[in-house]
């Protein structure tokens, strides 16, 4: 079993800078795939960043630039540093991690942890 714990959201005003961190525990090995989503009110859960395969980073188009995903294995913690906030950048932030299965990859969740930014 993996828990997953955010911490570092909060309130910014419009261009500040907010940096999210996400301590992973249980079986835990190298090989799972760690990352950030979020979910505005009303919206979909989407991709904010991610570590794929071979450690190659994906970013969604709107983190490009300004948000900067990182990966502590020894400390099994994933982090998101982001600046340039924008209002648009308001939602509930989720970690994610995907642990290789035979069956697939099996997706494990954060509680969230809510980012606001407004002036």
């Known amino acids: 079993q993996v828990q997953l714990v955010e911490s570092g959201g909060g309130s910014v005003q419009p261009g500040g800078s907010l940096s999210l961190s996400c301590a992973a525990s249980g079986s835990i090995s190298s090989t799972d795939l760690m990352g950030w989503y979020r979910q505005a009110p009303g919206k979909e859960r989407e991709l904010v960043a991610r570590f794929s395969f071979n450690s190659i980073i994906n970013y969604a188009e709107s983190a490009k630039g300004r948000f900067t995903i990182s990966r502590d294995y020894a400390k099994n913690t994933v982090y998101l540093q982001m600046n340039s906030l924008k209002p648009e950048d308001t939602a509930v932030y989720y970690c994610?991690?995907?642990?290789?299965?035979?069956?697939?990859?099996?997706?494990?969740w954060g509680q969230g942890t809510q980012v606001t930014v407004s002036s």
């Open positions: 994610n991690l995907k642990t290789p299965t035979m069956g697939g990859l099996r997706d494990y």
